[in-house]
């Protein structure tokens, strides 16, 4: 007999990575409670998305993984297997009908997470920035209220789109499997997003006792910020290359900077940019039928009237000592991967400190490149 099938396809920013970790950490004892987590989730999408992201390489190592996991899934002697990936929420048309014809006459189930714009749009930015990013955060704000800007070209509005998502997902399985969870707001216990999860699943939450899962930390505000600067000065170099490396920048010396430094705000017009997202999330939920866990009233609505909006500052850079302080931190790591001597230059005392910073790790990198470095991270 095929087990339920359960689905979270995402969106990005919306809790993924936390349930990913627990259904992962907790993998054994799930399995005890009939539940399977799939095995090589990522190599499993990456195939049947053949996603270019990932490169020839990659797409080669992980053929067949797709079919493999779909195997285990529909050969699970248990209740239910569950696969969790965010990139399924913006795949095109043609992999949702794979998907969904992959499991045919099995009991698919479609889990859409959603979190308030407000949170999604800054995170989905400091992740953008992490990822060869060029656009600073004014600038990405800016563009994602922009109606010329397309999907294609913006990681928001690429990702975020929950009419597109339900729409096609709504059309691979039978009414009442279409299931949405809205993301808790911040400052609530984060166990709340997993058994609402556990809802779905039909388990019972306590069975994933073990909850010391990795937090998917984004950089600060001056962190990414900076790593924008170094990505637009050194535009000449292999991209895939240079993510590599900023994201291991990111992982080990930026990260931990992150209590220290502020947070991107969100000004006047971007709040009421994220609240008409907002609404525009509340009517495609309650118009696709979807079973609905938790509350759109976590899909804040705001006016010109609103407290919030009254209050909110003017959108403004970090301040240029957060700015050096976190370029030093990422020179000590640049020389050390090129074997090259740490930097002694005193920023603060040039004209421009910033630039001079930006210049000076842009000239480290290209070292680090020349030197393989991020081949060996």
């Known amino acids: 007999m095929t087990p339920r099938v359960v689905l979270h396809v995402g969106a990005m920013k919306t809790g993924s990575t936390y349930l990913q970790h627990l259904l992962t950490t907790n993998r054994g004892a799930l399995r005890d409670a009939g539940v399977l987590v799939a095995p090589n989730r990522s190599a499993a999408v990456h195939d049947v998305m053949d996603y270019e992201g ?172 900076l790593l924008c600067l170094l990505h637009q000065a050194t535009t000449d170099l292999p991209k895939r290359r240079v993510r590599t490396l900023a994201l291991h920048l990111a992982d080990t010396v930026l990260t931990a900077r992150r209590a220290g430094e502020s947070r991107p705000m969100l000004d006047a017009e971007t709040l009421l940019f994220t609240s008409r997202w907002n609404r525009q999330a509340r009517d495609a939920v309650s118009a696709s039928g979807a079973h609905l866990v938790g509350s759109l009233a976590e899909l804040p609505l705001l006016d010109e009237s609103s407290a919030d909006v009254l209050a909110a500052p003017p959108m403004t850079l970090p301040p240029v000592g957060d700015l050096l302080a976190a370029a030093e931190a990422v020179a000590g790591e640049l020389a050390a991967l090129a074997s090259l001597p740490p930097v002694t230059d005193r920023w603060s005392d040039r004209p421009d400190p910033v630039q001079a910073a930006v210049d000076d790790l842009a000239g480290l990198l290209r070292a680090a490149v020349g030197a393989g470095a991020d081949g060996r991270v």
Do not use: C, K
């Not at 696969?83 to 189930?109: I, K």
């Not at 998502?165 to 609530?188: A, D, N, Y």
């Open 54 to 225: 990932a490169g020839q390489a990659r797409l080669d190592s992980v053929r067949g993984s797709w079919d493999a996991a779909v195997a285990r899934m529909r050969g699970h002697d248990g209740d239910v297997a569950v696969l969790s990936h965010e990139y399924l929420s913006f795949v095109a048309p043609r992999v949702v009908r794979r998907v969904g014809e992959s499991f045919q006459g099995a009991e698919l189930h479609v889990v859409v997470t959603l979190r308030d714009a407000a949170g999604t749009l800054p995170a989905q930015w400091q992740t953008f920035a992490r990822n060869r990013g060029t656009m600073t955060w004014p600038e990405y704000a800016a563009a994602a209220r922009d109606e010329s800007t397309t999907p294609r070209t913006h990681t928001f509005l690429r990702s975020q789109r929950t009419e597109r998502t339900l729409r096609l997902w709504g059309g691979v399985v039978e009414p009442g499997r279409l299931h949405v969870i809205t993301v808790p707001p911040s400052g609530t216990r984060p166990e709340l997003l997993w058994e609402r999860f556990a809802e779905v699943l039909g388990v019972d939450p306590a069975v994933a006792s073990d909850r010391s899962v990795a937090a998917n930390t984004s950089v600060g505000y001056a962190s990414a910020h």
